[in-house]
């Protein structure tokens, strides 16, 4: 089955670096579009950056030109490379598909933590 491992997570200062990491397996990792996804405490899930199988990214307005998602196909692994934290990227971050739903399986994720 379909498994998501999402690493890298950890506390760090503002202004400060973390690299996610995400390793699937049960899936044809290549062919999908797939995001990274954060929970802030006491909000819903959110959509923070996209790829697809070839490689084209899309980034929500609150992290543009802070994050940079990546993906290495024959690793079956997805990277989001965070700079300059700052407290509101406090959150869960997960990967998935692009655009995934409650309905679909959820990996415990990554705990970042940003302070201030």
């Known amino acids: 089955q379909v498994q998501l491992v999402e690493s890298g997570g950890g506390l760090v200062q503002a202004g400060g670096s973390l690299r996610l990491s995400c390793v699937t397996s049960?899936?044809?990792?290549?062919?999908?579009?797939m995001g990274w996804y954060r929970q802030a405490p006491g909000k819903q899930r959110e959509l923070v950056a996209g790829?697809?199988?070839?490689?084209?990214?899309n980034y929500a307005d609150s992290v543009k030109g802070r994050f940079s998602i990546s993906r290495d196909n024959a690793k079956n692994t997805m990277y989001l490379q965070m700079n300059s934290l700052k407290p509101e990227d406090t959150g869960v971050y997960y990967c998935?598909?692009?655009?995934?739903?409650?309905?679909?399986?959820w990996g415990q994720g990554t705990q970042v933590t940003v302070s201030s």
């Open positions: 049960g899936m044809i990792f290549s062919i999908y579009p």
């Open positions: 790829i697809t199988s070839d490689g084209s990214t």
């Open positions: 998935n598909l692009f655009r995934a739903t409650k309905s679909h399986y």
